[in-house]
């Protein structure tokens, strides 16, 4: 299984620094599992806004299905020699680490965080392929599919299981809501906003925001170089895993 066939099922993908080549000539096994996960991995607007549009229970799947084809969490610790003395070591932290015969890849999830966490992982991954501790760099973050697919899937989610108040949130256990929170639905509510529709507007702004990691975020790193000369394997999830 190919790259193609990611791009096939909507994902976005984008290579830099020969990493197609390298993972299709080197890795071809571990590059065909890795799509088989993706190709299979599922999500449901529920999780989404019971969530709180975090991680926890979203991507653990995920990250046990990788755990299950060995791609790992690893700290890869790193000693300098001096004249026969060691100076202060350093470590770097994968969440998902493949070790195979021709050697090493690494990957991390980035669904729903600050968007410099895109820099700390480029930064990582060149530090690592400046060792030659890794072969390959992957980050797996929300594709521009998904990215403009939340507003209208969570509104006609509400609308279907009739929420029409910040009581029928609260009886299905709908994350923590501030103060501030309440008061912006209220107040759009007010003005003759459906309730469906304020509050959508409004987790899709503060959960979802352009300040978050999703694919244009990470593209536009990518493009002005971060990460370089390592080379990478940028995948975005597609609107098509929010079922």
Same mark, same amino acid.
């Given at each position: ?18 990493? +197609? %080549?390298?993972? %299709? @000539? ?10 088989? !996960?993706?190709? +299979? ?32 969490? @690893? ?15 350093? #470590? ?43 072969? !390959? ?7 521009? #599919?998904?990215?403009? *697919? ?33 008061? #912006? ?28 990691? @999703?694919? #244009?975020?990470?593209? +536009? ?7 370089? &000369? *390592? &080379? ?12």
């Amino acid at each position: 299984m190919s790259l193609e066939s990611l791009q096939d099922e909507g994902f976005d993908v984008l290579t830099r620094n020969h990493a +197609e %080549a390298i993972l %299709a @000539h080197d890795f071809p096994t571990e590059l065909d599992l890795l799509a088989r !996960v993706l190709l +299979e991995f599922r999500i449901t607007v529920e999780e989404v806004v019971t969530g709180g549009g975090g991680e926890a229970g979203l991507t653990q799947r995920l990250r046990h299905e990788l755990s299950d084809i060995n791609w790992r969490k @690893h700290n890869f610790s790193v000693e300098t020699v001096v004249d026969g003395r060691a100076r202060a070591g350093i #470590s770097h932290e994968v969440d998902h680490v493949k070790f195979a015969e021709a050697g090493a890849l690494a990957l991390e999830i980035e669904w729903n965080n600050k968007d410099p966490f895109f820099d700390r992982d480029l930064e990582n991954f060149q530090r690592l392929h400046a060792l030659s501790a890794i072969s !390959v760099g992957v980050i797996v973050t929300r594709g521009t #599919s998904l990215q403009q *697919c939340f507003l209208e899937r969570i509104t006609s989610w509400m609308k279907a299981h009739e929420l029409r108040s910040e009581d029928d949130l609260d009886r299905l256990g709908i994350g923590a809501r501030t103060a501030a929170q309440r008061k #912006s639905v209220a107040d759009q509510v007010a003005r003759g906003v459906p309730f469906a529709d304020a509050f959508s507007r409004k987790f899709v702004a503060d959960k979802f925001g352009q300040a978050t990691t @999703h694919w #244009s975020k990470l593209e +536009e790193r990518v493009h002005r170089g971060v990460g370089n &000369p *390592c &080379p990478l394997l940028l995948i975005g999830l597609p609107a098509d895993i929010l079922t």
